[in-house]
């Protein structure tokens, strides 16, 4: 079988993560949540969490470099070989240079990019509701990182458009989930 590279974008609350799992356990391949891994350095005080934690309270994006440097490393690891699914990178079209470079270099096939689109009202709303409590999920901040979306990540699609498979993100997990395997055709 060859490679599946997928990268799972969409705005803070779409349900990146929760699909990332579904299709990562589903697949047999790993989930790489840049967030998860950011906020784990957080929880363990590392001179990486020290660094970024103001930033993601913030709702802000922790500079370009440090994320990059974080997937290359997780890419290179043997589990990856089969596949891997991004989710939370790239945000920005310097890490979406960064990993076409980085998977050219190595390689490797070329990523196909599912994007769960949904709207921001629904998005506000979930976010409320989802009371992980994480520390960056409160009212002013979701309006930054929807507006950190808006303006940073959202021109990521159009540099992979001719490889962006658009998902409707509305409706229950099981049926999100069902678009996404159709939309891959795995
Ligand atoms: P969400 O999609 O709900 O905003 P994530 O868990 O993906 O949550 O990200 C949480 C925070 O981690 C972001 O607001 C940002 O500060 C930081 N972060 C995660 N991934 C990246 C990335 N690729 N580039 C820059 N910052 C990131």
New binding site residues.
């Given amino acids: 079988m060859s490679e599946l590279n997928l990268i799972l974008t ?5 349900g ?2 929760t699909q990332a799992k579904l299709l990562a356990k589903r697949l047999g391949i790993p989930q790489i ?7 784990e350095a957080v929880a363990s005080g590392s001179e990486l969490g020290q660094r ?1 934690k103001a ?2 309270e ?7 470099e ?2 990059i440097e974080i ?1 290359e490393e997780r890419l290179a690891r043997e589990d990856c070989v089969p596949g891997f699914i991004l ?6 079209r310097e ?1 979406a240079e960064a990993l076409e470079r980085l998977l050219g270099r190595a390689r490797r096939e070329a990523v196909r990019v599912v994007s769960l689109v949904v709207p921001d009202q629904v998005l506000r709303q979930r ?1 409320l509701e989802r009371g992980q409590g ?1 520390a ?1 999920d409160s009212e002013e ?1 979701i309006a930054t ?1 929807l507006e ?2 808006r303006q940073q990540t959202a021109p990521v699609l159009d540099y992979f458009r001719s490889r962006l498979l658009e998902i409707d993100g509305i409706g229950s997990v099981g049926e999100i989930n069902s678009r996404i395997v159709e939309a891959i055709e795995v």
Avoid: S
């Fill in positions: 969409g705005p803070p609350g779409a990146k993560g949540a840049t967030g998860d891994i950011l906020r970024v930033i993601m913030r709702g802000e994006l922790v500079p370009d440090v994320v997937v989710d939370g990178f790239p945000r920005t890490q976010i994480r960056d901040t990182r950190v979306y």
